[in-house]
């Protein structure tokens, strides 16, 4: 190994590190790296800023204020409502007409939004209709993730894949190209969902401390409120000792939740984390004016949530989405290129006008749209592409694609699919899904390379990897809030997401060759 080798080694190492001690934001982690590469000589500076230029980083950003706007029309808080049966109804019979219409909305919406418009309502439902919550919060985030197997624009990490791809030189994938393998494995997961989940899921963990908030709450004429806390709440890794909510937010902190633990005694000494869902009672101002604020990932006080907008608000938010997905879908038909040959009439394109549609409608406040987008993400998504080209400037992606081909070599390129697929799945359950991808492409493509065979099974391996967070609640943010709202143990997420992995592992590794060619 060269210096420049062992260099980057560290350097990733350090990063992983970090990232999965939570010692910084994982946008200012993947920074940090880009700039003792870029110390190092490894990057140039136009490399350095070449991922903030990128259309798939752009596209993503843009796609945060579309699902904003989606959700502020408040179209789907109707839908949820009209999914859900009023009358008395088995765990089953209820999974059948929710689970397959999310994962359908998932596959061209972000999937944070929809879980957190839909997680308090499914959990109103099921106690008012008596079934136990814990029966559908998980499967809800599941199945986001399952739809978003199936396009382009289902998950943010699709469209990263798919910029890495256009950079390399190669043809990036069209709208529902993942779908080929995507639709699948979603049908399969869905069923296994349908089959076990109701087996393997605990029933709704009553809770004593919860029915004393509720006495006081009405006693005192405020409201009980679950709060999710968010990566930008400023109380993050402090105690409720040192960081004074009630003064900060107007509201009492009754209980803290994290990983099916209700924390009641000593919450002053407890060092709070993203994630944690804490119970407060708060008066009836609380939510209107912390509701769109980004301290918090989700707000529910047991009542409808969301923007009391018209019909013709609601109508005209799906048909923008609409004319998004079918623009961006018949600008990639070969008819439709010649026809146009002078304009890209692709996602971006479309996304763009969309965007400011929406605007120009205020489907979102126009005047607050930064509030709306995750720099976080964005900046993640941007050094992945300056660290992906640092992993190929170094010779490391190289070193590492050879090594795995020497290991793998006698087994063929099925085997090779299946290292990739594990790299990349084992990144994704430690650190983030972007950041995942970032490491695994570069090694991807060095391993096509040296075989020479097509890298496109390898590319579209990493997108159903990256995204197969099902085993722990840390690996997606959507995980995350149904942690908090179903009051879940991590083994829970184990007991159910493990298959999982193991579903979409087995179906990528059969499917993809089927469709692409090595």
């Known amino acids: 190994m060269t210096f420049e080798m062992v260099f980057v080694l560290l350097g990733l190492a350090g990063m992983v590190a970090a990232l999965v001690l939570d010692k910084m934001r994982p946008g200012m982690v993947l920074l940090s790296v880009v700039v003792i590469f870029f110390c190092a000589g490894i990057l140039s500076a136009e490399e350095v800023v070449e991922g903030f230029s990128n259309k798939g980083m752009i596209t993503v950003g843009l796609l945060f204020l579309v699902s904003?706007?989606?959700?502020?029309?408040?179209?789907?808080?109707?839908?949820?409502?009209?999914?859900?049966?009023?009358?008395?109804?088995?765990v089953w019979k209820a999974q059948v007409r929710l689970l397959p219409t999310v994962a359908f909305i998932s596959a061209f919406l972000n999937n944070t939004p929809v879980v957190v418009i839909f997680a308090p309502i499914v959990k109103r439902w099921a106690k008012q209709i008596g079934l136990p919550a814990t029966k559908f919060l998980i499967p809800l985030s599941y199945v986001t993730i399952l739809g978003g197997l199936c396009t382009l624009i289902g998950t943010s990490t699709n469209l990263v894949v798919h910029g890495m791809v256009l950079d390399a030189g190669f043809e990036g994938f069209s709208m529902f190209e993942l779908g080929k393998v995507g639709v699948f494995i979603a049908v399969a997961g869905i069923a296994y969902l349908f089959l076990f989940s109701n087996r393997l899921l605990p029933d709704s963990r009553a809770d004593v401390a919860d029915e004393d908030v509720e006495e006081?709450?009405?006693?005192?004429?405020?409201?009980?409120?679950?709060?999710?806390?968010?990566?930008?709440?400023?109380?993050?890794?402090?105690?409720?000792?040192?960081?004074?909510?009630?003064?900060?937010?107007?509201?009492e902190v009754k209980e803290i939740r994290r990983g099916g633990r209700t924390i009641v005694h000593g919450m002053e000494n407890v060092v709070l984390r993203e994630g944690d869902t804490l119970v407060l009672l708060a008066d009836g101002s609380f939510i209107p004016t912390w509701g769109e604020s980004s301290v918090f990932i989700m707000l529910a006080n047991g009542t409808d949530a969301g923007h009391a907008s018209g019909k013709k608000?609601?109508?005209?938010?799906?048909?923008?989405?609409?004319?998004?997905?079918?623009?961006?879908?018949?600008?990639?038909?070969?008819?439709?290129?010649?026809a146009f040959p002078g304009v890209e009439l692709d996602m971006f394109?479309?996304?763009?006008?969309?965007?400011?549609?929406?605007?120009?409608?205020?489907?979102?406040?126009?005047?607050?749209?930064?509030?709306?987008?995750?720099?976080?993400?964005?900046?993640?998504?941007?050094?992945?592409?300056?660290?992906?080209?640092?992993?190929?400037?170094?010779?490391?992606?190289?070193?590492?694609?050879?090594?795995?081909?020497?290991?793998?070599?006698?087994?063929?390129?099925?085997?090779?699919?299946?290292?990739?697929?594990?790299?990349?799945?084992?990144?994704?359950?430690?650190?983030?899904?972007?950041?995942?991808?970032?490491?695994?492409?570069?090694?991807a493509l060095s391993v096509a390379n040296q075989l020479g065979v097509d890298p496109t099974p390898f590319f579209v391996v990493i997108c159903m990897a990256a995204?197969?967070?099902?085993?722990?609640?840390?690996?997606?943010?959507?995980?995350?809030?149904?942690?908090?709202?179903?009051?879940?143990?991590?083994?829970?997420?184990?007991?159910?997401?493990?298959?999982?992995?193991?579903?979409?592992?087995?179906?990528?590794?059969?499917?993809?060759?089927?469709?692409?060619?090595?």
């Open 349 to 443: 394109f479309f996304v763009c006008i969309t965007t400011v549609l929406m605007a120009w409608a205020k489907l979102f406040p126009p005047k607050k749209y930064t509030k709306y987008i995750s720099w976080d993400i964005l900046i993640t998504i941007a050094c992945a592409f300056a660290i992906s080209k640092a992993m190929v400037n170094s010779g490391f992606a190289a070193w590492v694609a050879q090594s795995i081909i020497g290991m793998t070599d006698s087994l063929g390129p099925h085997a090779l699919l299946a290292v990739i697929f594990i790299i990349t799945n084992l990144f994704t359950e430690l650190i983030t899904n972007n950041a995942a991808a970032a490491l695994a492409f570069p090694i």
């Open 467 to 518: 995204s197969a967070s099902f085993s722990t609640p840390i690996g997606y943010q959507t995980n995350l809030i149904v942690q908090g709202i179903g009051n879940y143990k991590f083994t829970d997420f184990v007991k159910v997401g493990l298959p999982m992995n193991l579903i979409v592992f087995f179906l990528s590794i059969f499917l993809v060759p089927l469709f692409w060619e090595f």
């Open 216 to 251: 006081e709450a009405e006693a005192d004429h405020l409201h009980r409120v679950e709060a999710v806390l968010g990566p930008r709440f400023p109380g993050i890794k402090k105690t409720l000792r040192t960081f004074d909510f009630k003064r900060h937010y107007g509201a």
């Open 313 to 338: 608000k609601r109508w005209f938010a799906l048909a923008l989405l609409v004319f998004m997905i079918v623009g961006a879908t018949i600008g990639e038909l070969p008819a439709t290129k010649r």
């Open 68 to 90: 904003e706007g989606v959700r502020q029309s408040g179209a789907l808080a109707q839908l949820v409502k009209r999914l859900l049966p009023e009358k008395k109804t088995s």
